[in-house]
């Protein structure tokens, strides 16, 4: 038995992405206007890191709640208002609102989670929990 799915690729990256799962990398955030997300993963912690760069750190809003984090920013475009000795005749300047959560392991330590930005680059450090350790012993038999 066959199933025929339609599939709406819209553009032509859609229809690449589909074909060649997701090569090249990227492309995912440049459509939905987000800025991409690298996540790695020492013994210590997990670390985000969001490429945003040309923004302003009081801007983000980070939030913990329920075990999802959220990273916002919002702030509108500022609209330069051509003078009379000046015409704008393309402007790709932008600063476009995103949104993006993540779900927190029980691994994370959600109340030790610090953030910086730093030279374009938001970096969230996601802290482990210290695991409990369990010691061996030996029980006496009375």
């Known amino acids: 038995m066959s199933t025929l799915v339609k599939r709406n690729y819209g553009t032509l990256n859609n229809l690449f992405e589909e074909v060649f799962?997701?090569?090249?990398?990227?492309?995912?955030?440049?459509?939905?206007?987000?800025?991409?997300v690298n996540i790695k993963e020492t013994k210590e912690a997990f670390e985000l890191e969001v490429a945003a760069p040309g923004l302003q750190k009081q801007d983000f809003k980070l939030n913990v709640d329920d075990n999802l984090?959220?990273?916002?920013?919002?702030?509108?475009?500022?609209?330069?208002?051509?003078?009379?000795?000046?015409?704008i005749h393309r402007q790709e300047f932008t600063n476009r609102s995103f949104k993006r959560t993540f779900t927190l392991d029980e691994k994370i330590d959600a109340d030790k989670i610090v953030a910086k930005y730093e030279n374009g680059i938001l970096s969230v450090t996601l802290p482990k929990k210290e695991e409990v350790k369990i010691t061996p012993k030996s029980i006496e038999i009375l």
């Open 21 to 36: 799962g997701g090569f090249p990398a990227g492309n995912f955030a440049k459509e939905l206007h987000v800025p991409a």
């Open 69 to 87: 984090l959220t990273i916002s920013y919002d702030k509108q475009a500022s609209k330069e208002q051509s003078g009379e000795d000046t015409k």
